[in-house]
Each structure stands twice: as C-alpha cells, then as structure tokens.
C-alpha cells in the first residue's frame, strides 16, 4: 500500500531531551516535507526537501532539523525541544514539487513538558 | 508568497451541493491550485488540482478563472461523512524552490 508512515504516533518528551520523529515513504516520492499543526494557526511548513541531501526552510523552522540522506527517509531532529514545540506534526510526500498532490501521513502528537 | 483566504466555516444540509471559494490575488504564473480535506486528527487528504479553467474527478471540481485570483471547490450532494476542514494550497510547480503556506481552511458542517 502507498503510504507515509511517521513515528511515533504519540510522543511525550522533556524539555531538552533531543527526540528524532521518522517519516518513510515507499512511493518513490522526490518532494518530502515537515508540517506542524496547531489550533487557529492551521498548518505550517517547517522545512521540506526537493531530493536526496536538497532541504530548505519553510515558515517554520527554527528549533528543527531535518535531513535526507536517502530518497525514503526524511527524519525530524528536535535537539532541545520546548513546550512550545507541543504541536501536531505531519510529514508529506509528492511525485514532485506541485505534481499531483501531496500525501500525508498520520501525523505525530508531540507533547513537551 | 501566495496567501490564501477562504470562509472560516460553512454548513449545508445533507444531499446538497456545496461550494468553497478560495481568494489568492497574488497567485503566481507558475502556481497550481489544489485542495485537501482533514478530519480531526488525521492527516489532510488529497481532493483535487488544477491549473486553470475546470476540473473534474469522481469526488469533486474545482473552478479557477481565467485570471486565477480565486477557485472554487464543488462537492456535490454532500453527505455526513464529508463533514470537515477543507483547505486550499497555492503553492509552485514543478520548478522553483519555495514554502508553502496553508491557509486557515474552511470548517463545513453537514446536516441531516
């Protein structure tokens, strides 16, 4: 089945216990992306990924970092989270920038205390 | 940078068609039009894309202009089950590295 699949689902964390949330995707996608969503601000880009070792920043992206070392993988690195990166996170997939659509995963419920 | 604005919230009755408009006055020659649909908790699902003019697919259409400042979704005869947030996506083609921005979606509510 096409997919992308992030984990963990559900994540409660320290303040400044560095955590890594992983995204997979197996439809061959180039275009991988980072999104937080949180109630009235809608969702919004944190970083994305055009291919292999390309990443930009999106709106977003202080206090993360990501990386792609391999066409599937596209892990998100918080290294000293905050409560205010208590957020829902969503990781997505595309063909190509603009083509077709994106894909989303099932999202990662982050809590920071 | 493409914003976009659609209404905060809509209700309908079940079996009758809806239409969501989205402005975005600053679209870009390159820009596609695309829109998802999310239920609580769960990722935001692929409904429909286009360039301009109209297109069609089993579940909805999308209207877009000749001069591509708004687009409009059309869900016919809607039912319960299609009862959440809708958001519209301007964001590059193929080409051209850019963030996208979503914008803050539109909440429908179907009634029986």
């Known amino acids: 089945e096409a997919q992308v699949t992030q984990n963990p689902r559900y994540l409660i964390t320290v303040t400044g216990k560095k955590l890594t949330v992983t995204c997979s995707q197996n439809m061959n996608h180039e275009y991988m992306s980072w999104y937080r969503q949180d109630p009235g601000l809608g969702l919004r ?9 390309v990443t930009d920043k999106g709106d977003v992206p202080e206090g993360y970092k990501v990386s792609r070392k391999e066409k599937r993988n596209f892990p998100l690195i ?19 920038q603009g083509y077709g659509g994106y894909t989303f995963g099932s999202g990662t419920r982050l809590t920071v205390v | 940078l493409a914003k976009t604005t659609q209404p905060i919230s809509m209700d309908s009755y079940e079996g009758q068609e809806v239409n969501i408009t989205c402005s975005h006055n600053n679209i870009a020659t390159n820009d596609y039009i695309t829109w998802y649909q999310q239920f609580p908790s769960q990722g935001p699902r692929f409904i429909i894309q286009g360039y301009k003019t109209k297109v069609t697919n089993e579940v909805a259409s ?27 996506l301007v964001g590059p083609g193929t080409t051209g590295r850019r963030a996208l921005t979503f914008g803050s979606g539109t909440r429908l509510q179907v009634q029986p």
């Open chain 1, 78 to 96: 918080l290294e000293s989270p905050s409560p205010n990166q208590t957020s829902l996170y969503f990781c997505a997939s595309s063909p190509r």
């Open chain 2, 62 to 88: 999308l209207f877009i202009p000749a001069d591509r400042k708004s687009s409009t979704l059309s869900l016919p005869r809607v039912s319960l089950s299609d009862t959440a947030v809708y958001y519209c």
């Open chain 1, 45 to 53: 880009q944190i970083y994305y990924s055009m291919n292999v070792e």
